[in-house]
């Protein structure tokens, strides 16, 4: 079943694309038509190309890792951060750092480093500073949660990238591809795809068509999530049945082997008792 329909793009303006004279030939085969010196793109495409690109982002979320998203642009801020924080994915909305990827240890410093504040903070440290150096740390603070923050909880590199405007954010796209990180990308008529290993060819610019595009791309990662949850739970049950049922089978020997030592030392004390009855019986016999 489609992630998204024909429909659903067109009213979301999709399909528009750049002017003529601004085009990328290398986006020859995703554009349908040129109308009033704007071209059109092929939704068929888009709509089959997002389906793609939503099952590959679904297994990697199924396997235990993550997809950064990057959206710079200001009609992409608020969607990008609204729906990728509702799954659980980090992502990227004021500014690409150079080197987030290629010197990611770096970048995890710094994150650490606001980590640091935070318990400077709470075990009251920090009043120990003067007014100026506390002014200091806390703008060092805002600062690092503005550009660090979504990606906080990101411990190791992602296993992908999504991009929202290929052209905007091509420090990003480089250093993924400098790393071999697969990227996924929102591709208007004026890009180039060459570097994109899904691209999803739509309008990069309408916050209704980055909307709808996200939507699918953040149900797909959602059902990666509870599919690997479900599988978790499934193994769990599977262990604690294997335990339990290996558990008799380890027990029973040792039970029967109590129990036999038990009658064995009975029957030991009943010979003695009759051997100590019987013996003067004997003696007077004799």
């Known amino acids: 079943m489609s992630r998204t329909d024909f429909n659903t793009l067109l009213e979301a303006g999709a399909h528009f694309g750049h002017l003529k004279r601004k085009w990328n030939p290398k986006m020859a085969p995703y554009i349908f038509m040129e109308k009033d010196g704007i071209h059109i793109i092929d939704l068929h495409k888009t709509v089959l190309k997002l389906d793609e690109a939503a099952a590959a982002a679904k297994q990697i979320v199924k396997s235990g890792r993550r997809v950064l998203f990057v959206a710079t642009k ?5 969607i990008v951060a609204e729906k990728v924080a509702a799954v659980g994915m980090p992502y990227v909305t004021e500014r690409w750092a150079g080197g987030m990827l ?14 640091t504040i935070d318990k400077m903070t709470n075990d009251g440290t920090f009043d120990n500073f003067s007014k100026r150096e506390k ?16 990606i906080a909880d990101l411990t190791r590199l992602p296993a992908a990238l999504f991009v929202v405007d290929v052209q905007k954010e091509a420090n990003a796209v480089k250093e993924a591809k ?7 990308a929102m591709v208007d008529t004026c890009c180039d795809p060459t570097d994109i290993d899904y691209v999803i060819p739509a309008n990069d610019d309408a916050a209704k068509s980055i909307a709808v595009i996200l939507d699918a791309m953040c149900a797909a990662i959602a059902e990666g999530t509870e599919e690997r949850r479900l599988e978790k739970e499934k193994e769990a049950q599977e262990n604690e049945a294997a335990a339990a049922a290996d558990a008799p089978k380890g027990g029973k020997p040792r039970i029967k082997k109590a129990v036999k030592e038990v009658v064995d030392a009975e029957e030991a004390t009943v010979k003695e008792v009759v051997a100590a009855v019987e013996a003067p019986a004997a003696e007077s016999a004799e």
Do not use: C, D, H, Y
């Open 178 to 184: 400098r790393l071999g990180i697969p990227v996924f």
């Open 74 to 78: 200001k009609q992409a801020k608020e």
């Open 102 to 115: 290629t010197n990611f240890p770096t970048i995890r410093k710094a994150v650490k480093k606001m980590a």
């Open 135 to 150: 002014l200091q740390i806390a703008r060092q603070r805002a600062k690092l949660e503005k550009n660090l923050g979504s």
